[in-house]
Nanobody, 126 residues
């Protein structure tokens, strides 16, 4: 599966951004779609994930209540709506896909995901 992330940019604290991740290729086998982020000098960490039919969503505690993940299977696209952004949300955001059915612990791990997009930079100024 090929993934193309977009929608990043520079925003002031308290603002909003909407990230998109368009999938192509063998999307029919995709199950979990996830977003991760990586700040400079830090490891890549889980942000949010969504099941194939959109019925289940999962969030990191740091973004719960501010970020919303959704998907449009007709467009093979996953979205991450980010509201009330904080400077600590600054990072490169990556989308990823897993073709297995992970448990709730595994879906938060980088190693669970098979394919990754190229990343999109989000910068939140104070």
């Amino acid at each position: 599966v090929q993934l193309q992330a977009s929608g990043g940019g520079l925003v002031q604290a308290g603002g909003s951004l909407r990230l998109s991740c368009a999938a192509s290729g063998r999307t029919g086998s995709s199950y979990i779609m996830g977003w991760f982020r990586q700040a400079p000098g830090k490891e890549r960490v889980f942000v949010a994930a969504i099941s194939w039919n959109g019925g289940r969503t999962y969030y990191a505690d740091s973004v719960k209540g501010r970020f919303t993940i959704s998907r449009d299977n007709a467009r093979n696209t996953v979205y991450l709506q980010m509201n009330s952004l904080k400077p600590e949300d600054t990072a490169v955001y990556y989308c990823a896909v897993s073709t297995v059915v992970p448990d709730t612990a595994a879906l938060r791990r980088v190693t669970t995901y098979d394919d990754w997009g190229q990343g999109t930079q989000v910068t939140v100024s104070s």
